[in-house]
């Protein structure tokens, strides 16, 4: 069993997650809406309660790529005077732990 | 029998409802009208949720609720075996620790987060073996000790310290039967005790080397029938001590002493309806009493692992198989309900942004601004983002700081010296800083403020030390930081601020208190980090966020940092604003909505209704 599962959800705001949510279950949000979840009844039914459909780790981390992989397509599309007030420089790649 | 108007000089109140309490009304007595109930103030124990583990292992523990350790056990993760991980509780967030030097589970361990021993357990990789294993644990590295002078497993139960310990019973090497035999550890060489008074296993424990209790358990192969028995050591010989209410074993606890011990879940006996319980037991040196709180879940079979350093303060974590074991769950004995901090999903902004401000407090906050030329406000009051009237320059990469109703705007990402305040209606220039430069920190009133830090290409490279006073028409330059630094944070009052992380340009951990005139260094965060945002007071601040730790929340007290419930997602060049038990971050980098609300430990005074039983 593995200690995590991925999905991606779309973050509707308040309510989304709740504080009770994430002193029962481990949640960490990536790019792309994609959420890893603790591997639990209560993550898995979590996952389940908020529309998000399940991905094995691979297609997680290929949906996160596709989306920092645009932010930094637009990076580099961008003038030297930009890039240099840009806020956090190009955007970094974000791989799943 | 004394009268309550002989005892408090008044009569029993009669409310309509219950009053605003305080812990001055603890002991007090008033009768609730409406519900028809006697009310008081009064001790209770409860349980409640802790904060989650991200390891799904089960493991032995030892030290504090706010001081804890859990380490060995079995990981359900692949490759589904016994595991050398080890993670610290500081009654906030769990953070992992070196590993330990074996991997065991079926291990249990005692003493504190800096000084723990653990011992015994079963080998992996299947087909497991038992062993006679010792490792300590002295805050920062796991070291081997003297193998015990046998092996065993089955989470032996175990109390005392690192180095004044004691262990009975557990499950002998070959067949599993459970096993009868005392050791002790001074921390050098281990000694055998006189037997347990019957072969037993799956005990909980409680006390000290030389004044312990040991409870329940199993006198047979584990699986089978459990047993009531307790008996108590004082350093020499075994006697009996006050049976449970019910037999039951898997209890792998140990909080309190052999006079004040607190036991709670295990497995109960034959014809109990359910494999675990969610009971909580006390015993006071001669009976045990189930008391009315229950832990959130049933823990048990696989480690019901309670520590604590009393009767009236515990954890448990590690236990209850796949689907419980990264929970936690806190005990404590008071006239307070405590609700534990965490981060929640808040209601998203309306305009996606980054590089934004904040500035007021949660439920009157405000947003504003954003990179590369947003000028939009929007009005936070708690449940809702209402769109304010707009900047009359936008920009992002700015500080802000003061109130809803009167905040300060401050540079920008090209350089500006723009400054704006803003009434709760509309924005307005005022008086220019002295220096333009974006990625600086503020902290303040809109009447007494103070901007610190920031950039300004191409020179210095390094970013400015540059501190500036407002008084709510122009800026006065004070004394620089020490560190020059920029995308940092800050929070705090003019004549108390605080500045802490940013980039220099590497990200940096460094800390740094203001009084109104010069800087001088506070405790470093425990980590670089840059773009992370701040709130709170120099006293009691929070910082979370930031381009190097992502989702990493730190408290300040003052004197240094420890780490609090982590945010959801990751986040940089946003905004932060609001106190230590109350905070809010909104936006992100690429631009986002999402906002995440801080709540931190809230303690309630709670009446308890009177009853005749």
Redesign the interface.
């Known amino acids: 069993m593995a200690h995590f599962i991925y999905g991606v959800a779309t973050n509707t705001g308040k309510g989304f997650f709740t504080a009770n949510d994430r002193r029962a279950f481990f949640l960490r949000g990536y790019p792309a809406d994609v959420w890893m979840v603790g591997n639990t009844v209560q993550g898995a039914m979590w996952l389940a309660e908020k529309g998000g459909r399940e991905k094995t780790k691979a297609e997680a981390q290929a949906l996160i790529d596709a989306e920092v992989q645009a932010a930094q397509a637009t990076y580099d599309a961008l003038s030297d005077e930009e890039k240099a007030t840009r806020p956090g420089g190009r955007p970094a790649d974000v791989i799943l732990p | 029998m004394a009268t309550y108007e002989e005892i408090y000089g008044k009569r029993v109140e009669v409310l309509d409802a219950d009053p605003t309490l305080t812990s001055a009304y603890e002991g007090q007595v008033w009768y609730n009208s409406t519900t028809g109930t006697l009310k008081s103030v009064v001790s209770f124990g409860a349980w409640r949720?802790?904060?989650?583990?991200?390891?799904?292992t089960t493991g032995g523990t030892s030290g504090t609720q706010t001081a804890g350790l859990v380490a060995h056990g079995y990981d359900?993760?692949?490759p589904?075996q016994s595991t050398n991980l080890s993670e610290e509780y500081n009654g906030y967030a769990w953070t992992s620790t070196p590993n330990c030097n074996t991997s065991r589970y079926q291990t249990n361990q005692t003493g504190t987060l800096t000084a723990t021993l653990s011992v015994f357990g079963a080998l992996g990789p299947p087909p497991y073996s038992t062993c006679a294993k010792a490792e300590s644990y002295n805050g920062s590295t796991w070291s081997n000790e003297t193998d015990a002078p046998a092996n065993r497993a089955g989470s032996v139960p175990m109390v005392g310290s690192e180095t004044a310990f004691l262990a009975t019973g557990g499950n002998d090497t070959t067949s599993g039967e459970p096993i009868d035999t005392t050791f002790k550890w001074d921390g050098s060489s281990w000694t055998t005790g006189t037997s347990f008074p019957a072969t037993t296993n799956s005990m909980g424990a409680a006390g000290t080397q030389t004044a312990s209790i040991f409870y329940g358990g199993s006198t047979n192969a584990p699986g089978s029938a459990a047993v009531s028995t307790t008996a108590v050591y004082d350093g020499s010989s075994w006697t009996t001590g006050g049976a449970l209410p019910a037999a039951s074993r898997n209890w792998g606890g140990k909080s309190g002493t052999s006079t004040a011990a607190l036991a709670a879940t295990g497995t109960p006996g034959p014809g109990s309806p359910n494999p675990f319980t969610n009971t909580t037991m006390t015993y006071d040196g001669t009976s045990w009493t189930i008391t009315p709180a229950t832990t959130v879940v049933a823990y048990g079979g696989a480690g019901a692992n309670q520590s604590g350093a009393s009767s009236t303060s515990a954890f448990i974590s590690g236990g209850g198989g796949?689907?419980?074991a990264?929970?936690t769950e806190e005990y404590d004995f008071g006239i307070n309900t405590i609700?534990?901090a965490?981060?929640?999903?808040?209601?998203?902004i309306n305009t996606p942004r980054?590089?934004l401000s904040g500035a007021g407090t949660t439920p009157a906050g405000l947003v504003f601004g954003g990179?590369?030329t947003n000028n939009e406000s929007e009005e936070w009051n708690g449940?809702t983002w209402t769109e304010g009237n707009n900047l009359n320059t936008g920009r992002?990469?700015a500080c802000g700081f003061g109130t809803q109703t009167a905040a300060v705007m401050a540079g920008g990402?090209?350089q500006q010296t723009t400054t704006e305040k803003y009434d709760g209606t509309d924005w307005t220039n005022s008086g220019a800083l002295g220096t333009g430069r974006?990625?600086l920190a503020g902290a303040g009133t809109q009447t007494a403020g103070v901007a610190f830090g920031g950039y300004a290409?191409p020179s210095p490279p390094a970013g400015f030390g540059l501190t500036e006073e407002f008084d709510g028409s122009s800026w006065t330059e004070s004394g620089d930081l020490s560190t020059v630094r920029f995308a940092l944070g800050g929070t705090g009052t003019q004549t108390a601020a605080l500045a802490f992380g940013g980039a220099t340009p590497p990200a940096v951990n460094s800390t740094e208190e203001y009084n109104g005139s010069s800087w001088t260094a506070g405790g470093n965060m425990v980590a670089v980090n840059k773009?992370n945002q701040g709130a709170g007071t120099q006293t009691a601040g929070l910082t979370f966020g930031g381009?190097s730790t992502g989702?990493q929340t730190l408290g300040y007290d003052g004197t240094s940092w420890s780490i609090r419930?982590s945010l959801?997602?990751?986040r940089?060049?946003f905004a932060g604003f609001g106190t230590d038990t109350a905070a809010i971050a909104a936006g992100n980098?690429?631009a986002a909505t999402?906002?995440e609300?801080y709540?931190g430990d809230v303690e309630t005074v709670t009446a308890q209704t009177l009853t005749t039983s």
């Open positions: 949720a802790g904060a989650v583990r991200s390891n799904v359900y993760g692949p589904d796949s689907s419980n990264t929970k609700t534990n965490a981060w929640a999903s808040g209601t998203a980054t590089g990179y590369p449940s992002g990469s990402h090209d974006r990625y290409p773009s381009a989702t419930p959801a997602t990751g940089s060049y980098n690429p999402t906002v609300e709540t």
